[in-house]
């Protein structure tokens, strides 16, 4: 294993199927989440809050002392507030927007050293582009990451560091669950989405992970930066009023 990745994140549903994939492919895989690993897809696993200075340290700490270098950092880690603007508390609204945009600040900045002809790829959501009603702080959040990768991918270019992000749809995750549950019938909301989706299907966490793997390696998207990745069955591409 001559490439490493780290993966923020990794015990989510898209989380699982990056570390599956990248290991798949050979990669030594790092991962982080709050919660205690469940699967064998990573070769080092920290149970950090990667929204915390400190606990990026530590990680950082720790992969020095490892002699490990990264080939491709993914920031996938992310939390969905599901209130309106009026109702959030100013203690949601932080926590939101450091766990989701102040861990990429993080990641990249304490672990810049380690950083050896890598892709940083951040994991946005369609709701930057597109929303609905009640996630302002994840939306506000997820919009930020579009923006810092743009600004990424102009600083870190004249070190060798190349900066994507994907916007995934509607993926058959744990989050997609929750989400669908505010509705009275999640069933049915399940339906009007696959129904809204040119494709006719709900998104697999592998159709994420596939895209992140072309974008870290080096010769695939070598010419790459700075760029969205719309990963959402054709949703976009369509107008909501016809």
Request: aromatic share 6%.
């Amino acid at each position: 294993m001559d490439k490493t990745v780290y993966i923020s994140g990794a015990e989510g549903g898209i989380g699982k199927a990056l570390c599956d994939t990248f290991r798949a492919e050979g990669w030594m895989v790092v991962g982080a989440d709050t919660k205690p690993c469940t699967h064998n897809n990573c070769d080092l696993f920290f149970q950090e809050d990667v929204s915390n200075a400190k606990s990026i340290s530590r990680i950082r700490d720790s992969l020095k002392r490892k002699k490990l270098s990264i080939q491709c950092l993914i920031n996938n880690a992310a939390v969905q507030l599901e209130k309106k603007m009026l109702d959030t508390t100013e203690d949601e609204w932080n926590s939101v927007i450091q766990t989701n945009l102040g861990s990429i600040f993080l990641s990249t900045k304490y672990f810049f050293d380690l950083l050896k002809d890598c892709s940083i790829i951040n994991v946005s959501s369609v709701h930057a582009r597109a929303t609905s009603k009640g996630l302002s702080a994840y939306v506000a959040s997820k919009g930020a990451v579009v923006s810092l990768t743009r600004a990424m991918a102009l600083e870190l270019a004249c070190h060798g560091v190349r900066v994507n992000v994907i916007l995934p749809g509607a993926i058959e995750t744990g989050m997609l669950k929750k989400g669908l549950d505010r509705n009275n019938s999640p069933e049915q909301a399940m339906e009007r989405l696959i129904k809204a989706t040119p494709l006719g299907r709900i998104g697999n966490a592998f159709d994420v992970a596939r895209l992140a793997l072309f974008l870290a390696d080096n010769e695939q998207s070598s010419y790459i930066t700075g760029q969205e990745f719309v990963c959402d069955g054709g949703v976009l591409a369509g107008l909501s009023s016809e």
